[in-house]
């Protein structure tokens, strides 16, 4: 049974930093591409981040230079760091997985989704 469980979410003020993390069971970490998401209140679900499993790097403009993602195979975790955050920071970060390659995942089909974890940002 496939499981990615998220933790790291919570409130905090505009300028603050959060790290999330994800770990996973049930699947061969190394070979799975590793990313996060996120859901706004009233909007779709969002491409934050992934690390692929070859080892690349790709964030959505709206975060780059602010978050950075990065994976410990030998825990079987992905970590999203969340720099100098803000009000529309505020969301619900989920974790995603996908064996292989990071394309699906990047176009939002992952193969297996965690529950999430949300993010308040207050101004």
């Known amino acids: 049974q496939v499981q990615l469980a998220e933790s790291g979410g919570g409130l905090v003020k505009a300028g603050d930093s959060l790290k999330l993390s994800c770990v996973a069971s049930?699947?061969?970490?190394?070979?799975?591409?590793m990313g996060w998401f996120r859901q706004a209140p009233g909007k779709e679900r969002d491409f934050v981040a992934v690390?692929?499993?070859?080892?690349?790097?790709y964030y959505s403009d709206s975060v780059k230079g602010r978050f950075t993602i990065s994976r410990d195979n030998a825990k079987n975790t992905v970590y999203l760091q969340m720099n100098n955050l803000q009000p529309e920071d505020t969301a619900i970060y989920y974790c995603?997985?996908?064996?292989?390659?990071?394309?699906?995942?990047?176009?939002?089909?992952?193969?297996?989704w965690g529950q999430g974890t949300p993010v308040t940002v207050s101004s």
């Open positions: 995603a997985a996908t064996y292989g390659g990071s394309y699906s995942l990047q176009g939002g089909s992952p193969d297996y």
């Open positions: 049930g699947i061969h970490f190394s070979r799975n591409s």
């Open positions: 690390f692929s499993a070859s080892g690349n790097k």
